[in-house]
């Protein structure tokens, strides 16, 4: 009951200090595949042999995916080390194939958690970062205000998007799962914009295709190949 008197004031207060733009995309999730059939074709299709997901939660994705060495990170619940990403890769010395990331969903943090694991990443390996394809602007307010929290992870993907070393894709699946990887950018987003947090929802509705650089899952082999 508590909570849902501040959901209405702090919806309330949105109305008259957050953007003012409502349209919303329309993606079904239901009828995509799951991050975790997503992640697990990889794997399979790489032959990887090692695994980290930052935010484990309730380990709905963590526990099922098959692989040989299988690390979670989660302060709160989940996974095997009980810790922020920032304490696991401060402390860590591992390397890993595949990086699933899923933790504080804030452009600032993802952003620290992709430089982060960019640095434990083993050479032909791949990052991914969950719920970058928010569906309307309720879902990426930061903070959370309710229901899906996609936060604004989006904005760091667009940063990404700019540098000319890493490859940026966005396979549309599961709220959006970014895929990053490293070798030369090869549709390198050329903009002006220089502060990617100010980005506003309106900018990511108009221009989200080549923003995130969109790529169905279909063809998700021949991006990673
Ligand atoms: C969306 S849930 C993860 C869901 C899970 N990956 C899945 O697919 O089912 C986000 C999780 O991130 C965790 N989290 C929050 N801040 C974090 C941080 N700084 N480092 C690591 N995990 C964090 C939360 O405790 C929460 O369990």
Avoid at 170 to 196: M, Q, W, Y
Wanted: charged share 25%.
């Amino acid at each position: 009951m508590k909570s849902k008197y501040f959901f209405f004031i702090k919806r309330f207060l949105y109305y008259f200090y957050g953007e003012k733009f409502y349209k919303r995309l329309s993606y079904n999730w239901s009828n995509y595949p799951s991050r975790f059939q997503i992640i697990q074709k990889i794997i399979d299709f790489k032959k990887y042999n090692s695994y980290l997901e930052i935010g484990c939660d309730q380990n709905k994705n963590f526990s099922n995916i098959t692989i040989n060495k299988k690390i979670g990170v989660d302060p709160n619940s989940g996974g095997t080390h009980r810790m922020t990403s920032d304490s696991f890769f401060e402390k860590s010395k591992s390397k890993f194939d595949i990086i699933f990331i899923d933790g504080l969903h804030t452009y600032e943090q993802v952003k620290k958690d992709i430089e982060n694991s960019l640095n434990a990443l083993n050479p032909k390996g791949i990052i991914l970062i969950h719920d970058c394809l928010p569906k309307k602007i309720w879902n990426q307010i930061v903070p959370r205000l309710y229901g899906h929290w996609n936060g604004d992870v989006w904005k760091a993907l667009v940063e990404f998007r700019t540098y000319k070393d890493l490859d940026t894709y966005t396979c549309v699946a599961d709220h959006g799962i970014g895929i990053i990887i490293k070798r030369p950018n090869r549709s390198i987003l050329e903009t002006k914009i220089k502060n990617f947090k100010k980005l506003k929802f309106k900018d990511y509705f108009t221009n989200h295709e080549k923003f995130m650089n969109l790529v169905q899952s279909e063809n998700l082999i021949e991006i990673i190949r």
